[in-house]
């Protein structure tokens, strides 16, 4: 019964900066891929970056280079530094959480990051 609670979201200027976390609860976190999802207004889900449980990183086109994905395993959380922010990237973003062993996906409820021009 793994829940993950993203926090970290909010207004943002466009160049500017912000971090998110996501909490992890419930389950063997370590034994979790981690990524962060994106949905913009109109839009479907997509896929922004992803870390495994050896540590090792991969990251959408539009976010790489301003976007960084980290995970601290005794904290059970998981990270996205989103820096040189563009308006493009406004979206609701979502944490993911998936053990291939057991087949199960977990999701949290988002939080909401808004870049004006």
């Known amino acids: 019964q793994v829940q993950l609670v993203e926090s970290g979201g909010g207004l943002v200027q466009a160049g500017g900066s912000l971090r998110l976390s996501c909490a992890a609860s419930?389950?063997?976190?370590?034994?979790?891929?981690m990524s962060w999802y994106r949905q913009a207004p109109g839009k479907q889900r997509e896929w922004v970056a992803g870390?495994?449980?050896?540590?090792?990183?991969n990251y959408a086109g539009s976010v790489k280079g301003r976007f960084t994905i980290s995970r601290d395993n005794a904290k059970n959380t998981v990270y996205l530094q989103m820096n040189s922010l563009k308006p493009e990237d406004t979206a609701m973003y979502y944490c993911?959480?998936?053990?291939?062993?057991?087949?199960?996906?977990?999701w949290g409820k988002g939080t909401l990051v808004t870049v004006s021009s």
């Open positions: 993911n959480g998936r053990n291939e062993l057991i087949r199960a996906n977990y």
């Open positions: 419930g389950g063997i976190f370590s034994s979790n891929a």
């Open positions: 870390i495994g449980t050896s540590g090792s990183t």
